[in-house]
């Protein structure tokens, strides 16, 4: 079994790779949809001509996850992480794959079609583990760029945030009427202090809020009851990113064209610093629609109060998600109660 799954494997990625490598933006759903039927099919195949004394030789082709962490890691944490299969196609691996990732991307890039996310090339799943294609935009996560930048390349990074958050929250409610979930499957979430998913649709923000100050096996006590009442149950709702976090943004550099003034000591034409773009805004998994608050106070909840990001949130897009300093108040003791 472990040979034919060794061969199979690589005859999946060889596919995979031939594919992308004449076209990487092709739509690769089609053949993953393919393999999800055939691979099984060719395992058992491969497994029964074997026979059940062949062993695994060395020389055998690599397989998929050998392959794929043979490549360029772009993150890792427990059993998930991003690989760069090129420089365009990049595949998620996991064997707790949010699905609500792959639903929202879509979603959103048959209803934004303008935004600045990943598209999505097609999943492969087998057992518990998925690989999920996506286009990988040029640069680096702002995270790691952002201690480099200067005050000019930050405020440049906040007015291209306002602008793609603008457009996001501009969207029109469906006309079939929406509750305060995901875009697709319609739980909601609140992955912060502990993992949180309701456990069917939230209709209105009362029920929205009651979900925030409930705590799984925890008896609600006359704090939180208060909390509970100086809550706002009538915020508009808004198309929401919900991780709003320089790790979650893809940004490339570009050198400045030459300017035509001189400087005025030595006559040579001046270089204007380098400019910075906003190629992508990624990881769309607690995306949805939400209360208008829900954006300002997810962010200043996961802004870091040191280290390089200390000042990152005095950069936030607040002319698009607002400021909503009340609601992270409340938010915040919240936390402090619920642990």
Same mark, same amino acid.
Request: charged share 25%; proline share 4%; hydrophobic share 35%.
């Given at each position: 079994m472990e040979k034919a799954r060794i061969i199979a494997n690589g005859i999946t990625l060889n596919q995979l790779k031939s594919l992308l490598g004449q076209d990487s933006a092709a739509d690769i759903s089609g053949? !993953?949809?393919?393999?999800?039927?055939s691979y099984p099919?060719?395992?058992?195949?491969?497994?029964?001509?074997?026979g059940p004394t062949e062993k695994t030789i060395s020389s055998d082709p690599p397989t998929l996850n050998q392959a794929i962490r043979g490549e360029e890691v772009l993150f890792e944490l427990y059993s998930t992480f991003v690989v760069a299969i090129s420089s365009n196609v990049v595949v998620k691996v996991s064997d707790t794959?949010?699905?609500?990732?792959?639903? /929202?991307? =879509?979603?959103?890039?048959?209803? $934004?079609?303008? !935004?600045?996310i990943p598209h999505n090339l097609g999943v492969l799943q087998n057992g518990n583990r998925s690989w999920f294609f996506m286009t990988r935009a040029q640069g680096v996560t702002l995270e790691s760029a952002w201690?480099?930048?200067d005050i000019s390349q930050k405020r440049s990074v906040q007015e291209q945030l306002n602008s793609i958050f603008r457009t996001l929250r501009s969207q029109p409610l469906p006309e079939s009427g929406i509750g305060l979930e995901s875009f697709v499957s319609?739980?909601?979430?609140d992955m912060r202090r502990m993992p949180r998913v309701s456990s069917g649709p939230i209709r209105i923000e009362a029920e929205f809020n009651d979900f925030l100050v409930r705590e799984p096996h925890r008896t609600e006590t006359s704090w939180i009851r208060m909390i =509970?009442?100086?809550?706002?149950?009538?915020? =508009?709702?808004?198309?929401?990113?919900?991780? !709003?976090?320089? =790790?979650?943004?893809?940004?490339?550099?570009?050198?400045? /064209?030459?300017?035509?003034?001189?400087?005025?000591?030595?006559? $040579?034409? %001046?270089?204007?610093?380098?400019?910075? %773009? $906003?190629?992508? @805004? @990624?990881? *769309?998994?607690?995306?949805?629609?939400?209360?208008?608050? *829900?954006?300002? $106070?997810?962010?200043?909840? !996961?802004?870091s109060q040191r280290g390089p990001l200390r000042d990152w949130i005095g950069f936030l897009p607040t002319d698009a998600i607002g400021q909503y300093p009340v609601e992270y108040s409340i938010d915040n003791l919240l936390a402090q109660w619920l642990g």
């Open positions: 053949l !993953l949809e393919q393999e999800a039927v099919i060719r395992v058992q195949g491969l497994t029964k001509s074997f794959l949010d699905h609500d990732h792959i639903d /929202n991307i =879509r979603y959103l890039s048959i209803h $934004v079609p303008n !935004l600045p201690s480099d930048l319609g739980l909601c979430k =509970r009442s100086f809550m706002s149950d009538d915020h =508009r709702i808004f198309m929401t990113h919900g991780d !709003l976090h320089p =790790r979650n943004i893809i940004v490339c550099m570009a050198d400045g /064209n030459q300017s035509d003034k001189a400087d005025g000591e030595t006559g $040579v034409p %001046q270089k204007k610093d380098k400019s910075i %773009q $906003v190629s992508s @805004i @990624i990881d *769309w998994e607690t995306a949805g629609w939400y209360p208008e608050s *829900w954006e300002f $106070v997810k962010a200043v909840s !996961l802004a």
